[in-house]
């Protein structure tokens, strides 16, 4: 009567030291959208959000940056992702029209609960823009994220990692 006994052995596998078990993961990128500020008075009146990138992806220029944007400078950047790349772009948050009519009860589009929802939504869409390996290519999402200022007449182009260094560096 041979019966088949579970092999419950581990199974080897190499040793962890400390920097493999408590370093920085081999590749991170994180987007925190945080912040928000209303600014301007009337018809000018709109609300910003900064942006904080922490990344060692090499095809970013920086390794942390921090911006301030506004929901039209989204806009922009997802219209720029849907020409450009081969991407399929998520949808923003909505633009609230309901919320800008006079006459509402409430601070509209400026009420705290609706830009916290829209914080919310914006984080949640860059997070997956950025996080496609084809998005991480184009030059607007670059500098969308890095750049002090969004130049709307750049002329589109895809990012490369300097191959020449990685070739030589191995």
């Not at 922490?54 to 950047?77: C, G």
């Not at 949808?91 to 919320?99: E, I, N």
């Not at 998005?135 to 969004?150: G, I, K, P, S």
Request: net charge positive; with cysteine; proline share 6%.
């Amino acid at each position: 009567m041979a019966e088949a006994i579970a092999d419950t052995r581990r199974l080897l596998s190499k040793p962890q030291n400390l920097n493999d078990a408590y370093g920085p993961p081999s590749n991170f990128l994180e987007i925190d959208v945080s912040n928000p500020q209303t600014v301007g008075v009337g018809r000018g009146r709109f609300t910003t959000y900064e942006i904080r990138l922490k990344t060692n992806l090499p095809i970013f220029k920086l390794k942390e940056s921090r911006v301030r944007r506004r929901y039209s400078d989204f806009e922009w950047l997802r219209n720029e992702l849907e020409r450009e790349s081969k991407v399929v772009v998520p949808p923003l948050p909505g633009k609230a029209l309901f919320r800008q009519l006079p006459f509402r009860g409430d601070d509209g589009i400026f009420d705290d609960s609706f830009i916290e929802e829209r914080r919310q939504g914006l984080e949640q869409f860059l997070n997956k823009v950025a996080g496609h390996p084809l998005a991480q290519n184009e030059r607007c999402l670059h500098m969308f994220l890095q750049d002090e200022t969004v130049d709307k007449n750049y002329t589109p182009s895809k990012i490369r990692v300097q191959m020449l260094w990685l070739i030589l560096w191995f």
